[in-house]
């Protein structure tokens, strides 16, 4: 086997080591969660995703049951918890765990390829699908295995026996007998499914596999299989999935390398990684509003990683990274969160370097401008090194993006860091999210966008695209053009450019130039919108934005959108606001500006 202190990650019997470890959070989670029953994972919850579409019965309950057991992991490694001892933190974990390796499935039902081929609502244990619910399981499994194994033997003798006949069954076993499974990305689409599922693999090979020859031999797999993920990563770090996915895509690339590194393995070097890293920041408007572009939510959340991001940018000497791994978990108040995983929060937590790193103020990581060319992406802002002013990100791409969303030519503003011209984001998922009726559901639509509409909507498809990106970078000004023509069903021509203008009164233009009359104009709104002849204003968390037009040749109809989705409203609150300019004649052209 590996070394037991693995990727820096001791076991529970270094008591001095997690004596220092600060998990003062973690332990008062882990109380409170044990005063509350155990989530329950039903039948009938997992079979919803067949019977009316809704997959986050199950979803959500098994999410909490793993996050309790993580949970009740850590605490019991941070407490040192010893049998014959009263040890509340262990036996939790030990429900947990036996719980989920009771479980019929893993998996979630959207995935289950296998159960939808049979026509049938339930899952077979005999014919388990490798999915990212069962990468989840098999991933805690072998970390619990390794933090919390000699005590488990002393508590539960036979526990971990269990948890490698389960890992083994609906893991490697299908992982190595069959070889063609769609997240491989053999047809050149690998995805974040790639280095999500292969993570777990390594974890469980690494851990939990005894055969030194068979070790190997899952390694290499594992390695020829990433191979497929980085060969379609684009040299400009980009990631058209968007900032939410870099965690569960990029980021576990980066710690299957650190993987096989701790396992002895010799690790492939990958020029890529030096953009991969900058990926997150660059996306970054201020605090913790991102460039939403496809399934992202507006606001991303605090329980990530951040301290692999930091170890990567310190590893490749990039302190911009560096900087905004560890204000972000600073803004965060937590070194690590349970939630994302329970072998990210034990390396956090044994890390003794990160406490300190958090505690300290970092460089500014803002640049002026941030283009990257492959995804087509540009963010720029009024100042260099500061959220404060504007900032405007525009996207050109195609509709035939990961996760995409109908967005080509779409643009986002933002006022001293707050996002107020948006893009609502990711609902809810449900069956339909990733079939042909993915489109139905509006955030996803165009005319939720802050695109044109020459009379039609976009369409969906690669070929749904910009063409002629042109793209012009100075002091004063920065630039995106592109003709739009491609995304929308008959449309021959169609110029857009979004302008970010420098300078004692800083603005942005957005110009349409085109030959189509009428045409709307499309603009999503968050925050108190205020209606005025030529002129609109949308204000929130005290900074606000006015945009103008020409109201000679424009009529303007502003609707209210009320949100009931509960990703959304978290995002946005209790509404959006839709600003539809509808240009009769005469120039497509809207400035906005911040109202200071």
Request: charged share 25%.
């Amino acid at each position: 086997m590996v070394s037991s202190v693995l990727f820096g990650v001791p076991d529970v019997r270094d008591r001095a080591g997690w004596a220092a470890a600060d998990g003062a959070a973690v332990l008062a989670d882990a109380r409170a969660l044990l005063a509350r029953p155990a989530p329950v994972l039903t039948a009938t919850a997992w079979a919803r995703t067949f019977r009316d579409g809704v997959r986050t019965d199950y979803e959500d309950a098994a999410r909490e049951l793993r996050e309790r057991v993580t949970t009740l992991v850590l605490a019991a490694v941070l407490t040192g918890e010893t049998p014959p001892d009263e040890v509340p933190f262990l036996d939790g974990a030990i429900d947990g765990l036996v719980t989920l390796a009771e479980a019929t499935t893993w998996c979630w039902a959207p995935h289950d390829r296998h159960a939808a081929a049979r026509g049938e609502v339930l899952a077979d244990p005999d014919d388990p699908f490798l999915d990212l619910g069962a990468a989840e399981v098999a991933s805690l499994f072998a970390w619990s295995d390794h933090a919390l194994g000699p005590h488990l033997d002393r508590r539960a003798p036979g526990l971990r026996k269990r948890l490698r006949r389960e890992v083994e069954l609906r893991v490697l076993t299908p992982f190595e007998r069959i070889r063609d499974w769609h997240w491989l990305g053999l047809d050149g689409d690998a995805h974040n499914w790639n280095p999500w599922i292969h993570s777990a693999v390594l974890t469980a090979a690494l851990l939990l596999v005894a055969d030194e020859e068979r070790r190997r031999r899952l390694v290499r797999l594992v390695v020829d299989g990433l191979g497929h993920y980085v060969a379609v990563l684009p040299d400009d770090g980009g990631i058209d999935e968007g900032v939410a996915y870099w965690w569960h895509g990029a980021c576990r690339l980066l710690e299957c390398l650190d993987l096989l590194a701790g396992g002895g393995f010799e690790v492939p070097e990958l020029p890529v990684l030096a953009e991969l890293i900058r990926f997150p920041h660059r996306m970054h408007l201020g605090g913790d509003a991102f460039v939403n572009a496809g399934d992202a939510p507006a606001r991303l959340s605090p329980a990530q990683p951040w301290h692999v991001l930091h170890r990567w940018g310190e590893r490749l000497g990039d302190a911009a990274v560096c900087a905004f791994a560890a204000a972000r978990a600073r803004a965060g108040g937590r070194l690590v969160w349970p939630s994302a995983g329970l072998g990210r929060a034990l390396s956090g937590l044994a890390d003794p370097g990160w406490r300190a790193v958090v505690a300290e103020a970092g460089e500014p990581w803002l640049a002026r401008e941030e283009w990257l060319p492959r995804v087509q992406v540009l963010v720029a802002r009024e100042t260099a090194g500061t959220a404060r002013g504007l900032t405007v990100a525009v996207k050109a791409g195609h509709n035939g993006e990961r996760h995409n969303h109908l967005d080509v030519g779409s643009f986002w503003v933002a006022a001293d860091g707050v996002p107020l011209v948006i893009d609502a984001g990711q609902p809810t998922y449900t069956a339909a999210s990733f079939g042909p009726d993915r489109y139905q559901a509006w955030p996803l639509r165009s005319e939720w966008h802050n695109v044109p509409e020459p009379g039609v909507p976009q369409e969906a498809g690669e070929a749904a695209g910009a063409r002629d990106v042109r793209v012009e970078l100075g002091a004063a000004e920065a630039v995106l053009t592109a003709d739009l023509a491609a995304a929308y069903p008959g449309v021959p021509r169609w110029i857009r450019s979004v302008r970010l203008v420098r300078g004692p009164s800083a603005h942005v233009v957005v110009e349409d130039d085109d030959s189509v009359r009428p045409v709307r104009l499309r603009h999503l709104l968050a925050g108190a919108v205020e209606l005025a002849d030529g002129e609109a204003s949308v204000s929130r968390n005290g900074v606000r934005v006015r945009l103008c037009w020409d109201p000679r040749h424009t009529t303007a109809e502003l609707e209210r959108r009320e949100l009931t989705d509960p990703l959304l409203r978290a995002s946005w609150g209790g509404y959006l606001s839709r600003l539809t300019l509808l240009v009769r004649e005469g120039p497509a052209r809207v400035r906005l500006e911040q109202v200071r």
